[in-house]
Nanobody, 123 residues
Framework: VQLQASGGGLVQSGGSLRLSCVASSRVILSRQGMGWFRQAPGKEREFVSMISWSGGIKFYADAVKGRFTISKDDAKNTIHLEMNSLGPEDTAVYYC????????????????WGQGTLVTVSS
């Protein structure tokens, strides 16, 4: 499965952005999940959010709970990450990934990664 992330950009603190990730495969197995990690300059990659393709499971990192919302579009093999109330601490390259649901949120166990999209939040 190849993943293509988009939607990053420059936004002021308090603003919003919507990231998208399209999977090339026409079939995402129901036992798989797709989601997001991010990596800020000089920091390790960290988990952000994940949604199971069956739709029954969603979870978020504590740092984004209440501000970010993950969703999926089955027909388009796409997930979205709606990011609100952004702050400078959210500045990072955001990567989408796919893997079996039980593998999340361990990045070393996931199957495929997108190329990343840069989110920059100015203060």
């Amino acid at each position: 499965v190849q993943l293509q992330a988009s939607g990053g950009g420059l936004v002021q603190s308090g603003g919003s952005l919507r990231l998208s990730c399209v999977a090339s495969s026409r079939v995402i197995l129901s036992r798989q999940g797709m989601g997001w990690f991010r990596q800020a300059p000089g920091k390790e990659r960290e988990f952000v959010s994940m949604i199971s393709w069956s739709g029954g499971i969603k979870f978020y990192a504590d740092a984004v709970k209440g501000r970010f919302t993950i969703s999926k579009d089955d027909a388009k093999n796409t997930i979205h990450l709606e990011m609100n109330s952004l702050g400078p601490e959210d500045t990072a390259v955001y990567y989408c990934a796919v893997g079996n649901t039980e593998a999340w949120p361990r990045p070393e166990r996931l199957d495929s990664w997108g190329q990343g999209t840069l989110v920059t939040v100015s203060s």
